[in-house]
């Protein structure tokens, strides 16, 4: 977990707020991965990133999830008008542009939100 | 996208005993790795295997890439109460991008 940072650790929003999560990944790595976690249960692809570009988001869903990783900066992933639902743990993972190669991601402590 | 089946999905198990669970997929991965969850904490990576065929092992845990690269097991040999926890398979598919198993949730008794 060294490196990937992540914040807030746990987040509490009312119904129809809005929530942001930030991950910084580790230093030198270009690609971000995002990924849900329900009580109980594993850990579910959300989206797929690297500098700029989504590479994939199909775990994501299309109404009031949106997630970037500008030039500068964190990557954030932004839930619109929570819901109750949307209480999970959202792990940031990072791993180095190499491609085609022998590649680990690495996982950051996870954003708890909680929609009350 | 490309899912992953993991199991079993928990065991239960005596301290001293051998511990096997492993993921399959219809799908072939370039890389498989598998970590392990603590309660309240981010997956920690526990081994990463590269190649087709590759056995790897980290202390008392051996891994394994399957051969189709469409499957890996996970052993951990006399286990330990620290070893309880939840252990995720993941594969890598070729543009990066990783899938995980559903894990499986490991108990030991002391």
């Known amino acids: 977990n060294a490196g990937v940072m992540q914040n807030p650790r746990h987040l509490v929003r009312r119904r129809g707020q809005e929530a942001r999560l930030r991950c910084s990944p580790m230093?030198?790595?270009?690609?971000v991965y995002w990924y849900r976690q329900l009580p109980e249960e594993g850990l579910k692809f959300m989206v797929y990133?690297?500098?700029?570009?989504?590479?994939?988001e199909s775990g994501m869903p299309k109404e009031r999830f949106s997630a970037e990783f500008p030039k500068e900066g964190p990557s954030i992933l932004r839930i619109q008008q929570v819901v109750r639902g949307d209480s999970a743990a959202y792990f940031c993972?990072?791993?180095?542009?190499?491609?085609?190669?022998?590649?680990?991601?690495?996982f950051g402590e996870g954003s708890w939100l909680t929609v009350v | 996208g490309q899912q992953l089946n993991q199991s079993p999905q928990s065991m239960f198990i005596q301290e001293g005993e051998d511990v096997s669970m492993n993921c399959t997929s219809s799908?072939?991965?370039?890389?498989w790795l598998w970590y392990k969850q603590d309660p309240g904490e981010g997956p920690v990576l526990l081994i990463a295997?590269?190649?087709?065929?590759e056995l790897t092992s980290n202390g008392r845990l051996t891994a394994q890439f399957g051969i189709t690269r469409k499957d890996s097991f996970l052993n951990i040999s006399a286990s330990i109460p620290s070893d309880v926890g939840i252990y995720f398979c993941?594969?890598?598919?070729?543009?990066?991008?990783?899938?995980f198993g559903a894990g499986t949730r490991l108990t030991v008794k002391p």
């Open positions: 993941a594969g890598q598919l070729r543009n990066n991008d990783m899938r």
């Open positions: 993972a990072s791993s180095p542009s190499v491609r085609n190669s022998g590649n680990t991601i690495y």
């Open positions: 230093k030198g790595h270009s690609h």
């Open positions: 799908s072939i991965f370039n890389t």
């Open positions: 295997l590269y190649k087709a065929g």
């Open positions: 990133l690297q500098k700029e570009n989504i590479i994939d």
